[in-house]
């Protein structure tokens, strides 16, 4: 049987391994990210509209990187193309779908590290009613002047 | 840059435009989960959604060159290829863990 990498062409090799160097190390990050002593700072967000901290740093630092060692190794010139290849829209298609996603119905089962962004839902009180943030809700405690207790 | 290079280039954010619509468009309209394409084949593998955009537009745009006889669309199939290759590995990869540590995703990981 014929080997399916030998059909491709040396060049598009190193792309596809580039690209699997953006991908792997993307993923991995998730892997990580799920266990404890991963640092918080990390799965926090600048905006709640983009992606986490951490998936901005392994979209952007792997293709730096990358194109780094292409500078000092020809060999990894080719490289640095294919982890572009694939951070480069995988990191748009992040932020669409992030920006995209409003509705916490959104999150599924498997969302136990998902950070919701919270500066909008914080301060809403039972009464429905949406106050901007850092004005503090009206206090819903009752006061020992009325009812039984007073 | 290359003009070859950039058409890659083209092609992977092609691919990529392609799997943030078909996600957007799931979040912006929630009732679609759960209906094609946002269906599980297996928990362990991407949703039908990643790879109708990973794997169809790269090869959708490589018949189109193949059709019309033109360089620029092969070269744009070979940019998709890599960006869906790339996606679809690194997410089987990321479910099979998830699976190992025994998780079960539904639709799409959640980030």
């Known amino acids: 049987m014929k080997n399916p990498l030998k059909m491709i062409d040396p060049t598009m090799q190193k792309m596809l391994l580039g690209g699997l160097v953006g991908s792997l190390s993307y993923y991995a990050d ?20 983009l992606p986490r901290n951490d998936e901005l740093l392994t979209s952007i630092a792997p293709p730096a990187i990358m194109y780094v060692l292409g500078k000092k190794k020809p060999k990894f010139k080719e490289m640095a193309k294919g982890t572009m290849l694939y951070s480069g829209p995988h990191l748009m298609q992040r932020i669409v779908v992030n920006a995209t996603n409003t509705t916490p119905a959104a999150s599924f089962a498997t969302n136990g590290f998902r950070v919701t962004p919270t500066q909008v839902f914080q301060n809403t009180p039972s009464n429905g009613r949406i106050y901007p943030p850092r ?12 009812g039984k207790y007073r | 840059m290359d003009s070859s290079y950039k ?10 435009a392609v799997d943030a619509g078909l996600e957007a468009y799931k979040n912006v309209n929630p009732a679609v989960a ?50 869906g290759v790339s996606e679809l ?11 190992a540590q025994g998780q079960t995703p539904t639709y799409r990981i959640a980030r």
């Not at chain 1, 990580?32 to 509209?49: D, H, S, T």
């Not at chain 2, 590995?89 to 699976?99: D, K």
Request: positive net charge; glycine residues 8%.
């Open chain 2, 34 to 83: 759960g209906t094609v394409p946002y269906i599980v084949i297996h928990p362990a593998l991407p949703a039908l959604n990643c790879w109708i955009a990973d794997a169809v537009t790269p090869l959708a745009l490589y018949a189109i060159g193949k059709v019309t006889k033109k360089r620029m669309f092969i070269d744009m199939a070979k940019g998709g290829a890599v960006y």
């Open chain 2, 89 to 99: 590995l690194g997410q089987t990869l990321y479910r099979v863990a998830l699976v």
């Open chain 2, 7 to 16: 058409y890659m280039l083209i092609g992977a954010f092609a691919t990529g």
């Open chain 1, 135 to 146: 004005t503090p809700a009206p206090s819903t405690v009752v006061s020992a002047s009325a």
């Open chain 1, 30 to 49: 998730l892997v990580l990210a799920e266990q404890a002593f991963y640092p918080a700072a990390l799965k926090g967000r600048v905006m709640p509209q």
